[in-house]
Nanobody, 122 residues
C-alpha cells in the first residue's frame, strides 16, 4: 500500500510560479515511480511528469518540459513539482500517482492522491 497526499495548489497569475508537494508513505514506496497528472474541467486526466523513487530519473510531457521540474525531497519523503511560467492552459486539478514504471497512461498507476487545484488567471 502507498498513500499519497497532494498540497500546494492555488490561484496564480499568468507567468507566475507554484510548487506542488506529494507526500508519499507506505512500506513499498521505494519500488515505485511517482508521477503527476492533471485534469482540466471536462477533459481526461493527462500525464505531466514522473520520477523514480529509487534513482530520481525523470521524464516529462513535452508541453511542460523546460517550465516544470519534478524532484524528490528525501528527508520528507515528498515529491515536488515546481511549476514556472504558468499559463492559463495549465489550470487543472493536479494528482500524484504511484506506478511501477515510466507510464503516461493513468490506467498504469496503482495508487492516487485526491488532487490539488491549480488555477492560472489571464
Amino acid at each position: 500500500q502507498v498513500q499519497l497526499v497532494e498540497s500546494g495548489g492555488g490561484l496564480v497569475q499568468t507567468g507566475g510560479s507554484l510548487r506542488l508537494s506529494c507526500a508519499a508513505s507506505g512500506r513499498t514506496v521505494s519500488n515505485y515511480f511517482i508521477a503527476w497528472f492533471r485534469q482540466a474541467p471536462g477533459k481526461e486526466r493527462k500525464f505531466v511528469a514522473t520520477i523514480s523513487w529509487r534513482d530520481s530519473g525523470t521524464f516529462y510531457e513535452s508541453a511542460v518540459k523546460g517550465r516544470f521540474t519534478i524532484s524528490r525531497d528525501n528527508v520528507n519523503d515528498t515529491v515536488l513539482l515546481q511549476m514556472d511560467s504558468l499559463k492559463p492552459e495549465d489550470t487543472a486539478v493536479y494528482f500524484c500517482a504511484a506506478g511501477r514504471g515510466i507510464y503516461t497512461s493513468s490506467y498504469d498507476y496503482d495508487y492516487w492522491g485526491k488532487g490539488t487545484l491549480v488555477t492560472v488567471s489571464s
